[in-house]
């Protein structure tokens, strides 16, 4: 049911670049100097702003320009003028309007449920089924090709409450990655270490250096091998102690079914990024979970915009038990965008009770940090 000014008369869009800290380097490739996203602000006629973000990773998901292209020029047509209680058929028509853009679909989808919690006068996660959120244990990785400048990181991470990391592995040879994790679990011993490939190793070097890293007793063990090679994924699992985890393997309920039918994982990282909205990402999670699989809330490169809406997400959905990676915010870019710290203490994130996400952007740094805009 439709109110008087919940008509969508707006929407803005923010190309911005935000500066980190480091250099993060993966299997599959490198994030230095900047980190680009989208960011989507959807006004209705009574003036009420609903916000979201898409947060592309050009070797991972796609391009901020796909993005920006995606919402600007496919998906623009289907929002304006329609209402926000349109919301399932604005998500089903962007669907139809243009192939993958995931990350563009999440924002939009982000959006859309900012504003029907700030009509609702409720927040995000409760429109999403969720009941007494539980502050969500946050892991931080490990990435830096200067291990000296992760030491300091762990120990800022210790300090900070923090009890998870998840170790990037398969960017610079397998003495390197024995040689850290062998270090974090003596020098940081009340650390939970979870290891991530991020499709770094070719098939032979992966049945050769997997069970080794296994014998550690890493929580877990991510992606080890190209996203579509999923036989190599399906044999490994076999051969280690450990669970196996698939993140760039899959992306939303579709081939998470097959996923599940041919075996290929025991865990999966669940991604708003990678789903295309919220929904969908609760939708991989409850599949997961009816086959017995683990799930962990991840992201890409965020800020705390997105990270928000991953964090509604996860707090309206049980099956999602072994935390979330949302640590950008705080420990990657130079400057978050959120207009007050993301949520994020004592190695938890929490979500508030505030209508919709609880929070928005900083529109000084969206400003400050825009390299293109689009509106209308
Ligand atoms: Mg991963």
């Not at 009941?131 to 992760?150: M, R």
């Not at 039918?261 to 669940?270: A, F, L, Q, Y």
């Not at 990402?281 to 962990?296: D, F, I, K, N, S």
Request: aromatic share 8%.
């Amino acid at each position: 049911m439709g109110q008087p000014d919940d008509i969508i008369a707006g929407m803005d869009l923010w190309h911005c670049a935000l500066p980190v800290t480091g250099r993060r380097d993966h299997g599959i490739g490198s994030v230095g100097g900047s980190v680009e996203v989208i960011v989507l602000r959807l006004t209705t006629e009574g003036g009420v702003e609903g916000w979201g973000e898409a947060s592309p990773w050009v070797v991972f998901t796609g391009s901020p320009e796909a993005s920006f292209a995606a919402l600007n020029r496919y998906i623009r047509p289907f929002v304006i003028g329609r209402r926000v209680s349109d919301h399932t058929a604005i998500m089903a028509d962007a669907a139809r309007a243009v192939v993958h853009c995931t990350e563009a679909k999440a924002a939009l989808d982000t959006a859309l449920w900012d504003l029907a919690g700030k009509f609702a006068g409720k927040p995000v996660w409760a429109l999403l089924g969720g009941s007494d959120p539980k502050p969500i244990p946050l892991s931080c990785s490990i990435a830096s090709p200067d291990f000296a400048a992760d030491k300091a990181l762990l120990v800022r991470l210790r300090d900070e409450g923090g009890r998870i990391v998840k170790l990037k592995t398969g960017f610079k040879g397998h003495a390197f990655d024995m040689e850290r994790l062998d270090y974090i679990r003596s020098q940081h011993p009340e650390m939970r270490i979870r290891v991530d490939y991020n499709q770094g190793l070719t098939r032979d070097d992966a049945l050769a250096q997997v069970p080794e890293v296994a014998r550690l007793l890493p929580d877990f063990i991510e992606q080890p091998v190209a996203a579509s090679d999923w036989q190599t994924m399906a044999d490994l699992r076999f051969r280690i102690d450990v669970p196996l985890l698939a993140d760039e393997s899959f992306f939303g309920p579709e081939d998470m079914d097959r996923a599940i039918r041919e075996g290929i994982c025991d865990g999966v990282s669940v991604k708003i990024m990678k789903t295309g909205g919220l929904g969908r990402a609760q939708q991989v999670a409850r599949l997961a979970a009816q086959a017995g699989l683990a799930a962990y809330g991840g992201d890409m490169f965020e800020t705390g915009l997105a990270h928000l809406a991953g964090a509604h997400m996860i707090a309206a959905t049980p099956e999602i038990g072994l935390g979330c990676e949302f640590y950008q915010a705080r420990y990657f870019l130079a400057e978050d965008l959120l207009a007050s710290p993301f949520p994020c203490d004592n190695g938890h994130v929490t979500v508030s009770n505030s209508p919709g996400l609880g929070l928005v952007p900083d529109m000084d740094k969206v400003h400050r940090f825009v390299m293109k805009t689009a509106g209308g």
